[in-house]
């Protein structure tokens, strides 16, 4: 069976993508086989390709952090899924394709009446952002956080969780992405023209229960002024290498064993463990399917165009998630 895929070949812009034709050949014993139904384009994919990440594939491979699907086949062994069934997965690598085989054990089921497109940034950026809030900081209503970087595709999931669940959100982006910020009920801090610190301080005497950075290690000392005694930072996303990985992560550690009253805690997406996150997805597929939650959707492109669509991300001007679709 044929079918089309993206590899980079190089490390760099998107330039160094190529769409190519390959054969699926034999399926594996435990694996299943997918057509790829959608496909969110996120920040990883970017700088996979570009090489800003300290663990990266071999040249060549292909991009793609997850996928929803629809099983075509499955190998000797399994018995969970069948031929039809709706399902996702977290990839790191691969989804970028027409098609694509998985480990049975590692698969989803995704309801089949919630659109393919917008439970697709579930899988990562709304994952993210869920278990920072409800399972590394706890979050009560009531509290207050703030979200470094807050009108990216994972600081918006932040946003929007954060006012479902009655948490007092306060977002660090750019002025021109105030409103945006704000339309998720959240108060923006203009990092270009506030000094944040002082800002919040002012808003928050006492400090915030929570801050979510992902952006750098940069944040990490500024973070810590505004949180309130017993509070929490959550440090997520990697580092842009393997030196700034290993400076990193002796900054955390010496955070996480001090005495202190204020805590630190490194969060990665399978460092909780397979159930907690498929547990985790079944609760968003559910609130999708209530339209408690809805992710924005700025841009829809057929899988070929993955190329269009990284130049898209890379550009910033988009509001929303761009979604790879199966071209039917």
Known sequence: MAYGKWLVTARGGPEHMVWTKCDAGPLQP??????????????????????????????????????????????????????????????????YAERIDWRADELVAVPDDVDPAEAAPLILDWLVAYQCLHREARLERGDTALVIGASGGVGRAFLALGQLGGVKMYGLCSGAKSGLVASFGAVPIDYQRQAFVSELRRMEPQGVDAVFNGMAGGYLGRGLKVLKPGGVLVHYGAPESMVALLLLIPRLLWRMVLPVRRKVRGYGTHRLGFDRMKDDWLHLFNL?????????????????????????????????????????
């Open 288 to 328: 999708l399917r209530q339209g408690e939650i809805r992710p924005v959707i700025a841009e829809r492109l057929p899988i070929a165009e993955a190329k269009r669509a990284n130049e898209l991300f890379e550009l910033g001007t988009t509001v929303g998630h761009i979604i790879l679709v199966a071209d039917d």
């Open 30 to 95: 435990g694996m299943a086989r997918m057509r790829v139904l959608a496909v969110a384009v996120c920040a990883d994919d970017i700088s996979v390709r570009r090489g800003n990440r300290p663990v990266l594939p071999k040249l060549p491979f292909t991009p793609g952090y997850s996928f929803i699907g629809a099983v075509e086949a499955v190998g000797d062994g399994v018995v969970d899924i069948k031929a039809g069934d709706r399902v996702a997965a977290l990839t790191n690598f691969g989804a």
